[in-house]
DNA sequence: TACTTTATTTAGTTTGTTCTAAACGTTTAG
DNA sequence: CTAAACGTTTAGAACAAACTAAATAAAGTA
């Protein structure tokens, strides 16, 4: 292989690892979904050992995370025990996922964990302090942001939702007539 | 002090413990926010130290992530050598800071990263092997992604900066004449 | 049934991050 | 000039995250 397209591909993975590492995720991720990405036929596990140079086990969990974040999908051939692995290459489907995977996890506790706080000021407001209507307002302002935040994030997913089916839809009508 | 309304506090204090780790941040953090945020007046950095009953100094590194990041501002009192710290409250304005912010750094470095790739490719494309071609399309797929998220950031921050733009115009106007 | 081939899990190590405690530097007050 | 009051920096401890190597599991093959 040219020298040229080598060195290409090790800067685009390197890039990848360290995008992956700012969003908080193991590096090793970065690296392994450049490699899947930049392989024009689906990579195993071995494979990938090979060409990310980690330990199997590594290659193992980080690959199961890629494909819980959908960036990844498995495949089977027949008459072959292996799992294949290729790239998903839309990236608005893969942040649309994400969005709603993390609206479904840590994002929803937070909202609630606020929310709880609300509650749990305005019991004690009764006895109406100077300080616990200070906590609700503040609290209540906070709420709101993220209340906010939540709805632009299920907007943008439904709306996207929105284009796709109306997308589908058309292709169905024109290819039913 | 009401037991309902520290109970609260503590609630909510974990919460953003909670939300600051998701969010690649040390829990202090969120911690620290959380105290200034809840507190009516504004806190110096011993009373941060009794309050979230972290060390000295690791308030004081806390303390200046978090003025970086435009979610508390520092404020002097006369004949007082201490800093006071109170919370920004509005949080579309510190979304859009942390935006503006990592725009110059790491994900601009990713750009970068992505867009050098590319021409790396290109030039190796000379010889024109499929592989070749495979990469640039791929890579050119990557960072056409990039660049319009670049885009929809910068639009986000722009709309913002126009629309206090405007109110500040019209309230000019309307306190000149 | 025993042997391969594959993926996953686990125990322990390595690495990186964040904290504490103490030293330091600076400024003000006495 | 010394002492006190601050905030910052630093060295090292404590902790958390991610990796490796090896054990385990599963599932085919001889």
Redesign the interface.
Known sequence: ??S??I???E??I??LS??AH???LPKAVGAIYGAI??S?SPLSLDELVDQVSISKGAVSTNVRSLERLGMIHKHFKVGDRKDYYDAE?D??KIAKGILREREKN??D??LR??G??LD??E??DL?S????G??KE??K??KK?FDSLDNLVATFIALDELREGTIKKLFKKSSNK
Chains 1, 2 share one sequence.
């Open positions: 292989m040219d040229e397209l060195s290409a591909r800067n685009f390197k890039g360290r995008i700012f969003w908080g990405y930049l024009p290459t990236f608005w840590e994002f506790v937070a964990t606020v709880d706080s749990m000021v019991k004690a006895k302090s100077d300080l616990a200070f906590y503040r609290i302002g906070m942001f």
